[in-house]
Nanobody, 122 residues
Framework: QVQLVESGGGLVQPGGSLRLSCAAS????????MGWYRQAAGNQRELVAA???????NYADSVKGRFTISRDNAKNTVYLQMDSLKPEDTAVYYC????????????????WGQGTQVTVSS
């Protein structure tokens, strides 16, 4: 009932930048936290960054100072600006969102995007 569509991944050289976007659509009443996770080959999925509806942010230690998460509540969209990219940032990046549906009685949802590949290589 809630779809997340990601865009912005690709191939970039070390030290470069990319900006990921994720737009949520569907029977959305409200969205609480939106976030980005990543999964590198052979590794578990890990939290990269998250932002609450009030704008509070949380980052993995490995990306602090390099990545910036932001959201546009009017567009139900979350962004991840990734600067000073390193080869170890290579992974599939997934968008995540949780909130409430426009159903009665009110129901909660947690949705994931399909993932977008980010490759950092020279």
């Amino acid at each position: 009932q809630v779809q997340l569509v990601e865009s912005g991944g690709g191939l970039v050289q070390p030290g470069g930048s990319l900006r990921l976007s994720c737009a949520a659509s569907g029977n959305i009443f409200s969205i609480n936290t939106m976030g980005w996770y990543r999964q590198a080959a052979g590794n578990q999925r890990e939290l990269v960054a998250a932002v609450t509806g009030g704008g509070r942010t949380n980052y993995a230690d490995s990306v602090k100072g390099r990545f910036t998460i932001s959201r546009d509540n009017a567009k139900n969209t979350v962004y991840l600006q990734m600067d000073s990219l390193k080869p170890e940032d290579t992974a599939v990046y997934y968008c995540n969102a949780g909130g409430k549906l426009t159903t009665f009685p009110v129901a909660e949802f947690v949705s994931w995007g399909q993932g977008t590949q980010v490759t950092v290589s020279s």
